[in-house]
Every structure is written in structure tokens, then in C-alpha cells.
């Protein structure tokens, strides 16, 4: 899919990823592109959105990969950082949402005995979530069977069918985003309180599958004596005709 967003995040002086509205215009905004690594000029007008455009004289720009993909990976770990909280589903059948709030949020950090780096790791009452933002790349099996031999709480997130409102991507789309988006878990940690609440869950859903199982038993031989009295009643009746 082919779009025409314009670029909102950028390296500063200092190489931490910056907003175009935190920087002076044109080339004093003393910033490079996330992909490439060339200059930019911070272009912000009264026509067009306040946006990033790569110098037209630094070569490095002529292989530049940036994408609407890169500004949305971005934006989305930008959120999480920000807002600390995290809607996510528990249970497999009929699941719930379920708000995770976060005591730190590390972005673009590896896991432990591993070289895996999720897009970014929240922390909530002493447990690690993974959590993967998928826009055209989805996590394969090879890093799910990883995720999972080590026994991680990792989830990930179908961005693939957003589509913005205009040639900038907000904040406030991506939060929306999070909350309305398909999630599902690529490994649940068998012990801790996520595990706990998921297990609760599914145990629970078996429990009213066999409830409702015993009740629809119920009523079928309810309706299977109800039917075979009208059947011997309807015999008596013809018996008597004859």
C-alpha cells in the first residue's frame, strides 16, 4: 500500500527521537532522518502540516527507506511511553479487556538470554510484557516459539488496517488505535498475574460451556419425554378412531 504521510519524529543533537513541534525551523532544527541518517529542515508553515523534509543536497537521502510504516512504529511507542497503560484481551473464548498499568516502559530494549528486541517492553507489578506492533511484518513462528521457550508475556498489535485522517498521523489516532485494533497474545508467562487472570478466565469459560451444556441435556430430554407423550397420546387417539 502506498501513502503520502509526512514525517513528524526525527534524531535530535542528542540522537533521542523528537517532535517536529520541540524544534526550531528550517535547518536550525539540528535534526536527521530515523532511517537514513541524513540532514533535515523542520518545515513548519501556515499551509501544510508541520512536517520533516530531507535536505535536498545530502545524498544519504537518495536510499532512504522512511516510511508511513517507520512514523507509526514510532508514534505507537510514543504513546505507550506516554500514557503508561495498556488495553489488552484475556481469555481466548468470549475474552474481556483488561487495562495494564505501567510502572516503566522501555523502547527498542533486548530481553533477557535473548537478541530478540520487541518494539517495546511495559512493566506492570513486577512482569515483563512484550509488545510487538504489527503493521506489514507480523512476528513469525520462529520468534513466537522463542518467545514462549522463554516463557515471556508477549503480545502484538493488527495495525495493518489504519488509515489516518489526513497526511499526518496524531497521537490521538494512535491511542485510539491501541484501543480499538485486533491484539492477540504470542505467549503467555505460565506463572504471574497476567497468566493467572488468562487461566482464571478460560477455566471459568469451561465451567459455563458444562453449565450450558447440562441445561441444553436438560432441556432436550425435557422436549424428548414432552415429544414421546404427544406421540403416544396421538397413537391412543388414532386407536380410538379406528
Known amino acids: ?65 522512511w516510511s508511513y510504516e517507520t512514523e507509526l512504529h514510532l508514534l ?18 468470549d475474552p474481556y479487556n483488561f487495562t495494564l498499568i505501567f510502572d516503566n ?3 527498542e530494549t533486548p530481553i533477557d538470554n535473548s537478541k ?13 510484557i512484550l509488545i510487538e506492533i504489527a503493521v506489514s511484518h507480523f512476528c513469525g ?11 515471556k508475556n508477549a503480545i502484538e498489535f493488527d495495525f495493518s488496517n489504519f488509515v489516518p485522517t489526513s497526511e499526518v498521523i496524531t497521537l490521538e489516532e494512535v491511542s485510539d488505535l491501541f484501543e480499538n485494533s485486533n491484539a492477540k497474545f504470542l505467549s503467555i508467562a505460565p506463572a504471574g498475574f497476567i497468566g493467572e487472570l488468562c487461566h482464571a478466565h478460560e477455566r471459568q469459560s469451561i465451567k459455563d460451556l458444562m453449565f450450558e451444556r447440562r441445561e441444553f441435556l436438560n432441556r432436550y430430554e425435557q422436549e424428548k419425554t414432552s415429544l414421546n407423550a404427544a406421540v403416544t397420546f396421538l397413537k391412543e387417539q388414532l386407536r380410538d378412531l379406528s
Not at 505507537?76 to 495498556?86: G, I, M, R
Open 116 to 128: 530478540r528486541i520487541p518494539d517495546v517492553i511495559g512493566y506492570s507489578k513486577g512482569e515483563q
Open 76 to 93: 505507537a511507542k510514543e504513546v505507550l511511553n506516554n500514557n503508561k497503560k495498556l488495553t489488552i484481551p484475556i481469555g481466548n473464548f
Open 105 to 107: 516502559v522501555d523502547i
Open 1 to 65: 500500500m502506498s501513502h503520502n504521510y509526512k514525517m513528524t519524529r526525527a534524531y535530535n543533537e542528542q540522537n533521542w527521537i523528537t517532535s517536529i513541534d520541540d524544534v526550531q525551523r528550517g535547518l536550525k532544527c539540528n535534526c536527521t532522518c530515523v532511517d537514513c541518517g541524513s540532514q533535515l529542515i523542520a518545515k513548519k508553515g501556515a499551509v501544510q502540516a508541520n512536517h520533516f523534509a530531507h535536505a535536498p543536497d545530502d545524498q544519504k537521502a537518495k536510499h532512504c527507506k
Open 141 to 151: 513462528t520462529e520468534k513466537t516459539s522463542e518467545y514462549r521457550r522463554l516463557n
